[in-house]
């Protein structure tokens, strides 16, 4: 009698393994998949950031060129007012 509750009890010990391997593997699977998962929203959270970089630079870049550009009108039209008015000041004889 005692040999056969010894053996119910190692069954059911061996049991108790078989199940913790199992759920271990199962976490195991699941944490692969999350990983996996994770990984790609990543890679596609860093071509997206890559991405609104490139586009911010090229609008600065032309933010920069119109900027340059008005700059270069405004001097040219103080140059033909202050030409202009030197030119009326000279007429009425200042």
């Known amino acids: 009698m005692a040999s056969v509750t010894i053996k119910k009890e190692n069954n059911s010990k061996d049991e108790d393994i078989l199940n913790s391997i199992q759920s271990l593997e199962a976490d195991k699977a699941r944490l692969s998949e999350q990983k996996e998962n994770l990984t790609a929203l990543l890679n596609q959270l860093e071509i997206k950031?890559?991405?609104?970089?490139?586009?911010?630079?090229?609008?600065?870049?032309?933010?920069y060129s119109e900027v340059t550009y008005l700059k270069q009108r405004c001097a040219e039209f103080s140059i033909l007012v202050y030409s202009e008015s030197t030119v009326e000041c000279n007429q009425v004889g200042i």
């Open 49 to 63: 950031a890559k991405e609104e970089y490139e586009k911010r630079k090229r609008k600065l870049e032309k933010l």
